[in-house]
Structure formats: C-alpha cells, structure tokens
C-alpha cells in the first residue's frame, strides 16, 4: 500500500520561496504519476500540478504556471514542488497525490494522498 508524507510547508511573506517535498513508499515510485494538489479555506480541492513516471513531463494549472515547478527523484523516491513568488491566494493545504500509471491531471484518478501540509502566505 501506498504511503504518502508531504513536508515543507509553513507560514511565507508575499513573494518568497517555498519547497514542499512529498516522500512515496510502499511500492515502485517510477510507476506512478506523482501530483500536486491544494484546498483552501472554503473552497473544493483543486490541481496544481503533475509530473509523468518518469519525470519528463509536467503540467500546471494557470494560476500556477511559471511560478511553480515540480520535479522528482526517483531514486529517493520523492516528489517536489518548488514554489516561487508565493502570493496570499496561493494559501492553502498542499496534498501530493499518486496515481499508478500514466500521466493524468484528473485528481479522482489518484488512489492515495498524503495527509497534507499547510501553506500560508501573508501579504
């Protein structure tokens, strides 16, 4: 079974950096599509961001794009997602998703989901 822990978050001034990091175990990371998703206060979980199996392909919301860059180590098994220029709607839980086989964008095809780490951007 898969086992998802996400790290990394906390509380960032309008503008900063970030690095989330989303550690896999329990089976072979380099068959799953590994991806980024967040729930802000109120509001549905939606897609940020995914990354193929073998790493070569990503794909970004809008509101993202430019600003946020996932990238995985299939030798530690883990997934990331850089954050850059971080800005107070970017406030949210940040969950990693896995979904065994290709790539996809849809969050109800990912089986397993880490339990989340906070984000929160002060303006």
């Known amino acids: 079974q898969v086992q998802l822990v996400e790290s990394g978050g906390g509380l960032v001034q309008a503008g900063d950096s970030l690095r989330l990091s989303c550690a896999f175990s329990?089976?072979?990371?380099?068959?799953?599509?590994m991806g980024w998703f967040r729930q802000a206060p109120g509001k549905e979980r939606e897609f940020v961001g995914t990354?193929?199996?073998?790493?070569?392909?990503?794909y970004y919301v809008d509101s993202v794009k430019g600003r946020f860059t996932i990238s995985r180590d299939n030798a530690e098994n883990t997934v990331y997602l850089q954050m850059n220029t971080v800005q107070p709607e970017d406030t949210a839980v940040y969950y990693c998703?896995?979904?065994?086989?290709?790539?996809?964008?849809?969050?109800?095809?990912?089986?397993?989901w880490g339990q989340g780490t906070q984000v929160t951007v002060s303006s």
């Open positions: 329990g089976r072979t990371f380099s068959t799953y599509t």
């Open positions: 990354i193929s199996r073998g790493g070569s392909r990503t």
């Open positions: 998703g896995a979904r065994l086989g290709a790539t996809s964008t849809t969050e109800s095809s990912f089986e397993s």
